[in-house]
């Protein structure tokens, strides 16, 4: 098995970050959080790391954790999960998905000032990340067409920010 070769536990808990988000896309909520439980234990076994680039541990398992409640549509427990995560540790394109994350919340709740303004957050920490992330320039879209007419500053700001 995987022994002390910590790079490892950060290897595997990462592939079940992967296996969580894509059961949650598929509505399989049990397999989802099998596979989040199974990372938090890798997790808690080697703390933040970076190896690979995955930046495997704790804040990215919590981070990852709002991605698949997103997925299944538990947009308010997500919203709590994702206001206490430690990103201290976290590369600043985590950070930002945090408050992509926020966004998507809220856009969930159709509440798109809200979302915009988390979207301007995330767009404050790393601009060539979010510029590019196609769920940000989905939610934007979105939010644009619906406030049409109201024009609403946080939707239009970050439009223009994006370019749509």
């Given at each position: ?107 969930q709740d159709s509440d798109d000032e809200a979302s915009m303004r988390a979207l301007l957050d995330a767009d404050r920490i790393a601009p060539e990340y979010v510029h590019a992330h196609p769920l940000v320039r ?27």
């Amino acid at each position: 098995m995987i022994g002390d070769d910590m790079a490892a536990w950060s290897l595997w808990g990462t592939l079940h970050l992967v296996a969580a988000v894509g059961a949650a896309q598929w509505c399989e909520r049990r397999d989802a959080e099998s596979h989040l439980a199974e990372a938090r234990r890798a997790a808690a076994r080697t703390g933040e790391r970076d190896d690979f680039q995955t930046a495997f541990g704790p804040g990215n398992v919590a981070l990852l954790g709002v991605s698949a409640r997103l997925e299944l549509g538990d947009g308010r427990a997500s919203l709590e999960a994702a206001r206490g995560i430690d990103l201290s540790r976290l590369p600043k394109e985590r950070k930002a998905r945090r408050y992509i994350d926020i966004g998507r919340a809220h856009a969930q709740d159709s509440d798109d000032e809200a979302s915009m303004r988390a979207l301007l957050d995330a767009d404050r920490i790393a601009p060539e990340y979010v510029h590019a992330h196609p769920l940000v320039r989905d939610m934007v879209t979105t939010a644009k067409r619906r406030n049409l007419l109201a024009s609403r500053e946080p939707v239009m700001r970050m439009a223009r920010r994006i370019g749509v």
